[in-house]
């Protein structure tokens, strides 16, 4: 009996391994936050991106990795991940790249710089993606549901990774408690008044 659950508990282990690898390095964590409207990722090979944006019909990809690189005073050079993305994406006629560059938890200026793409129709379908596609881009995409779709934000946070409570996203951690106490821009404007 015990070699038998052995057996079992080893299968289990097996198709969750294989699962992680198959998810993160050849899919990509690629994932829909809202069908249609806005998927997330980890990042795609230069290769393979203009097959993602075509298939889904994306006009726009963000890009979360490389926190600063927006500042072309400071940072003029581009990596050559970033600049090969870059090329890979405006190969597809009609596809926008953005670099909003972010911290684990975003500040301020990044936020309006997502929104600054989110709140322009024309952008959409989206893409945002981060390096390995589970921090960042699940954190964006929750808050686009809160923002955007009228997600309560324990929903969001939940969403936004499978087992939510067991990653960064538990509510004692910081992407959990970010999201958890996230406002709204509304919000925000009805509690000036």
């Not at 038998?4 to 990509?28: T, W």
């Not at 379908?125 to 808050?143: D, N, Q, S």
């Amino acid at each position: 009996m015990k070699k038998k659950i052995l057996i079992v508990l080893g299968v289990i282990i097996l198709i969750g391994v294989g699962k992680y690898v198959y998810d993160v390095n050849i899919d990509h964590n690629f994932e829909p936050v809202v069908e249609g409207k806005v998927y997330r990722s980890g990042t795609i090979p230069p290769d393979q991106l203009p097959d993602y944006i075509k298939k889904y019909k994306i006009k726009s990809v963000v890009d979360l990795r490389r926190p600063g690189t927006n500042d072309l005073v400071n940072n003029p050079e581009k990596t050559p991940e970033l600049a090969a993305e870059k090329k890979a994406v405006e190969s597809v006629p009609g596809t926008n790249y953005f670099d909003v560059g972010s911290e684990q938890i975003p500040d301020q200026a990044v936020l309006d710089k997502y929104f600054a793409v989110m709140d322009n129709p024309d952008n959409y379908p989206v893409l945002v993606h981060c390096y390995h596609g589970e921090g960042r881009a699940p954190l964006f995409g929750a808050i686009y549901k809160i923002e955007y779709e009228g997600v309560p934000n324990e929903q969001a946070r939940e969403e936004a990774r499978w087992f939510a409570d067991l990653c960064v996203f538990n509510a004692e951690k910081s992407k959990g408690k970010y999201l958890l106490n996230y406002k709204t821009r509304k919000q925000k404007a009805e509690e000036k008044k």
